[in-house]
């Protein structure tokens, strides 16, 4: 229980202030952390992937009435819901639960404090879905392998800012460079494709990297051979937004409502000025050959519709869970005469045309009609059913069967 | 208290699965989230930075027997440890309370809910210092402004690996490029100076671009013209790890314990190859002029011996809140010989040698023999002492003042 005994060769005294101050902050009181705050705040291990891929978690709270875990790995009663667990407390008030084993994955989940949703204190991993905060954990085998780091050659990931004048305004993006790319200071050298990646709604530039585990599975793949190297660009699908909450000039606390502009054509019409600024900052190889484009769910409507907007662009198109329905605004006419405008994309040449759903997304039949449309006119496409509803492990499993397939 | 009361024009029926999986996740029961979950969880805001700079907390939790709050805006009976403030619940079970008003500032705090500490389930905004995380917020003003995002040209900032022979590991750092240093795709194009920015023990490569507010204090300097242009290199000072936590090929759950060779003189010399990685892949200036080391603590320990350990590479030296003070481990000879060092240092010419300490830091103390020291050879330095201790608070305040006087 004590962190201060896992603390190896205390190295004479040195920042002996800042390790008492780890003993107070382990001793189960509430902790007024004199000086920096260091290393583990309760000493427990929570979560811990067992041996045989079972998953122990822990929580010290000896004044709870009830505590339980909710998470993506336990049977819910709803379709793709996150089912919940009681945790047990123990005479010295810790409170465990072991579930599973698990198949790999990377899960997530929360712990319930007497009514209080909260993520593991004990676990500095967590990713952000939109307006919630979640602790994640990852079980090794195919999957959580494939999501990990792994000791392979890293690209590099940037958070990069370019200038939109159709929205009027300064935008950020996630920018993934395959490794190698940076050893060509001189900025001749080897071009790459790009492919450029959409989020869904509520979504935005940090979607991919995080739930979507984009850069690590890029590595994985592309140092497998897997995968061609090359510049994965994921922008911020919502144009009435500069970046991701509290990463733009609105401050840590804009309202907290959905976005304007997600799905009214703002930013597909604004697509091209990515494309300038990718082509104008970056090695890109800018040919249809040479460009992808892919997203989920309103990334994938975004995908649908930019890649019929802008013939001769893009080479490879991945719908993902794609929201592919009809709306009603149209700022700047991009919905109006889609079929004239697939007829166009699939004249000039698509080389692949790839959608991928789950069974239970409640958006499936709007994609059955997606394939009897294409089917109709004999347009050329994969499809990927898969198990499950709208959910990032399945999006991460589309992106790494698309990455497989393009350049 | 319902999300869904803010989400405004539902946009016909698109995505209806997903917003009514919001109705349910704001019901207070325990969520159960079918498809993906979206928009805010609870419909609560916390904290609510109120026009007067004054701070209001609310939580939702009816079953709870108390709720407090711990932060660092509250009085505590220790030098800078976090203070403790109860909030009251009302009839509905949200539990409330309002502090300040508070002076501009990035504050972090905690909820304790029943004895266990939590960060804002509200609250998005989160940050890790070493193995705990916290909720944040930002109060408007002088240093609030200066750290946060603002209209202005922003740099890039990007996660980059680099192969370390010496330490026999791919090893990951932070770069800050300055706004308008990637407009050169061929290369060619202006040079820049470079500050090597170092963290303190149990920090991370992660440290200065969270806590330390990095990046949108080089944005909002240069913008103003207080700062010069610069690429800033954030590496790994823990010689024994590849990254921050979860980031490298160690997997989301190493031991938690504190890292081998901090302290033991194998980061110091490993460090030629973080500058020949930087000069052969960006624009650097490659002469002393163009070139700053600084760090924090252990940081500020690693500074002091690197800049006197390499002669003629760095013109600016920072040092905040160092930990200079004598260490037995020495695996390369490190920390051998270094009056003679030092002597070598300042009669080549030092631009800018700049100490900064709180005097309520626990290293103060070592920080009067630092300049006595100094005093006694009559090596000139710039010295800065403030309030508090060995705080982020102060850090940032450092490398404000120090990013302000060099290049």
Redesign the interface.
Known sequence: MN?LN????L??N?????LMTAAA?VSHT????????????EGL?S???NADKSVTFR????????V?V?GDFLP?????????AALSEDEEGVWTLTVGPLESELYSYDF????????D?SN???M??????MS???V?GERGDLY????V??G??????YESESLGM?R?MTVYLP?GY???????GRRYPVLYLLH???GDEDAWPTLGRAAQILDNLIASGEAEPMIVVMPNGNAALS?A?????D???P????P?K??DGSFEASFPEIIDYVD????TERKPSGRAIAGL??GGFHSYHISMQYPGTFGYVGLFSA?V?D???DAYGIYADSDAKLERQFSDGVSLYYIAIGRD???YEDNVRLRQNLDAHGYPYEYHESDG????RNWRIYLSGFLRRIF
């Open positions: 962190a896992k603390i190896p060769r190295f004479g040195i920042l002996a202030g800042v902050a509430v902790p007024a952390a004199a000086q920096q705050a260091i290393f583990t705040r291990v979560p811990q992937v929580l010290y709270a000896p004044a709870a009435d009830s339980a909710t819910s009663s709803e379709t793709d819901g996150w089912g919940t319930i404090v007497d009514g209080v949703r909260m993520t204190p500095v991993h967590q952000r879905d939109v307006r919630s905060m994640i954990f990852m090794s990990s780091v792994n000791d050659p890293h590099t990931l940037s958070k990069v800012w300064r950020r490794a940076g050893d060509a200071l001189a900025g001749a869904g709604m509520g970046s909450p509290g990463e733009g000039p401050g840590l606390y309202p907290m409502t959905r304007d997600t799905m104008s900052h970056y090695r769910s309103m929201a329905r709306v009603e605004e997304d409640f958006l509803g709208h959910i990032w």
